[in-house]
Antibody, heavy 122, light 110 residues
Framework: QITLKESGPTLVKHTQTLMLTCTFS??????????VGWIRQPPGKALEWLAL???????RYSPSLGSRLRITKDTSKNQVVLTMSNVDPVDTGTYFCAHNVEMAATRPFDFWGHGIPVTVSS | QSVLTQPPSASGTPGQRVTISCSGGNSNIGSNAVNWYQQFPGTAPKLLMYSNSQRPSGVPDRLSGSKSGTSASLAISGLQPEDEANYYCAAWDDSLNAVLFGGGTKLAVL
């Protein structure tokens, strides 16, 4: 059974750095083709993909946010950490981590965490 | 503004068939498969369809997906009140090297 859970601060101040941790079970980031991604959702708005990290430590970032993001993994702890620098109130929203499978011509997020609400104060 | 375009809303009555569209470009839908997610307010998204038309275990066969060129669609037949939710399409973009989500479609069951 695959589960993921997001943790981290729910309130951060403008210009600070946000660090979120995704702790997972039921799979290993040593397995070929497996990855973990981060997706966020501002209140009342659409989903927005942020970053992906794969079993081989390859990483992908949102083009619009890439310079502010860093994703890392700790395989021994079954954790993936997303760091977002210089946060702004527009970064307020719910942040989800999700299990990803690198398939031919597609990369579905098939298991999701419950999400963590993050508010950035001005 | 999302690169993948979905209608903001759709509606139908119980028993009807509803289709939600997702329009993209050559570097995303035109080159890669589309995945669909269902989300109820206040909850995490759920994978509803992957690789254009494949249903994960537990998704009923009254839901179907298709793709043609740079567009994809999700069809729900035998509409039920519990289908009322937000639906998002997503695809990998080869030019951006990124996952793209559509803007979402809110489905109302009248």
């Amino acid at each position: 059974q695959i589960t993921l859970k997001e943790s981290g601060p729910t309130l951060v101040k403008h210009t600070q750095t946000l660090m979120l941790t995704c702790t997972f079970s039921g799979f290993s980031l040593r397995t070929s083709g497996v990855g973990v991604g981060w997706i966020r959702q501002p209140p009342g708005k659409a989903l927005e993909w942020l970053a992906l990290i794969y079993w081989d430590d390859s990483k992908r970032y949102s083009p619009s946010l890439g310079s502010r993001l860093r994703i890392t993994k700790d395989t021994s702890k079954n954790q993936v950490v997303l760091t977002m620098s210089n946060v702004d109130p527009v970064d307020t929203g719910t942040y989800f981590c999700a299990h990803n499978v690198e398939m031919a011509a597609t990369r579905p997020f098939d298991f999701w965490g419950h999400g963590i609400p993050v508010t950035v104060s001005s | 503004q999302s690169v993948l375009t979905q209608p903001p809303s759709a509606s139908g009555t119980p028993g009807q068939r509803v289709t939600i569209s997702c329009s993209g470009g050559n570097s995303n839908i035109g080159s890669n498969a589309v995945n669909w997610y269902q989300q109820f307010p206040g909850t995490a998204p759920k994978l509803l369809m992957y690789s254009n038309s494949q249903r994960p275990s537990g998704v009923p066969d009254r839901l179907s997906g298709s793709k043609s060129g740079t567009s994809a669609s999700l069809a729900i037949s035998g509409l039920q009140p519990e289908d009322e939710a937000n639906y998002y399409c997503a695809a990998w973009d080869d030019s951006l090297n990124a996952v793209l989500f559509g803007g979402g479609t809110k489905l109302a069951v009248l």
